[in-house]
């Protein structure tokens, strides 16, 4: 529009109008103001009246401070409108597209996991029956992770995994998938990230370490699957060349499992990262949701906007630990922790790295009191360690009293009942209080047991909250 302006009103060129729309569209002033004189004048001998002219070079300016078509904010609100309808009715299915469109993008994905299990959609982690290339919804109406999502996973070997599938139904053991696959395109490095993910966990009978355990044989299982799945496969191909074709079967054992320790949930998880980006079946942090949910003061990301605060309290886990030595002979370390949303790193020195250094160590979930202090610098602020334990039983340790909140509408004889059976046989040292909301008179009424404390950190929470029943935990 102000192109064509330009021309009709100042007789423009096409070039002249092109660099007033450069000017304006990338906010470039000099070049803005080197035309102004060059419209004034073309106006006025187009008879224009030079304070009309001004006025409407002025609005073009202000226009400029932050130049967007109309037509294309349209566009843009009518897109936010379809998605957020998409989103608002059809929630798996839009975030299994979002998920599958930034797939090779992990902090993208994660951002999307964490929306995911916000808005209360389930996402399962690979499975070689079930999974696609892309993150589908299953018929639960779930999201199920895409197989070209893993690392070292390529295109072809998800697709010669599928074209079988379709072909000849699902697997229905993984000396099953060694039979049938190509094994051309399926090689060592391709069941490792399979494994490792748990795609294969739907084979109950073998556990994820089980695959990378040494056998009479071979270093690992997956080596000696592969040697199975070729043996038998060459073997089949010979036989269908010989005289008998077809009617000739093919006899080799299938190689066992050799018997090793499961993987605990964190070796899992970590290993799941190797290959997602992600922790898959769960966080390292999950088993101290308690404790992260009442006891800390903010996640990590708002750990330097906690300026108004004497001391606050964080949590997280120890993903890594680099311990040194300064030039006069003193230690020191940097430490990375990260909580569900965001890492966080922090250096201890002198007398704090010598009384901490020994809970910072990689796997450990770690409960910090910390405060904001000035930088050596003095220009920016840093956190100030002021004391480090071990997440576990910190929920024990620092809750005082559970309050239950229960909306008058909500309560009858059956709920009291649950709650005081709960209560009876969840008995421990905090105080039960209690409650009770009038939302139509807008009344409260505050209620303490004296007679009944439970052990709020031994599932009686975990029981609340399957109940509907609001909850505080101080």
Known sequence: QVMLLSQKLAGFSKGQADMLRKGMGKKQKSIIDALYPKFIEGGMHNNHPKDKLDKIWKDWEAFASYAFNKSHSTCYAFVAFQTAYLKANYPAAFMASVLTNNKNDISKITFFLQECKRIGVKVLGPNINESTS?????????????????????????????????AGGLFSSIYDLMRRVSLRAINKKVMEGLALSGAFDCFSDIHRAQYFAPTEKYDTFIEHLLRYGNAFQNQQADAQQSLFGEAVEVMLDEPKAPDCRRWSLLESLNQEKEVAGIFLSGHPLDEYRLEMDHFTSCPLDQAMNMRSRPQFYLAGMVTGARHMIAKNGNGWGVFEIQDYQSSLEIKLFKEDYQRFKHLLEEGSAIFMKAKLQKGWNRNEEEIKVLDVRLLEGIAAEMAREVTLRIRMRDLDQELVEKIDTLARASEGKHELKMELIDDEQRLMLKMVSHNIKIDATNGFLEEIDKMGIAYQLN
């Open 134 to 166: 892309g993150f589908t919804v299953n018929a639960q109406g779930e999201i199920v992770f895409g197989l070209s999502a893993l690392k070292g996973i390529g295109e072809g070997a998800v697709d010669i995994i599928l074209e079988e599938r379709e």
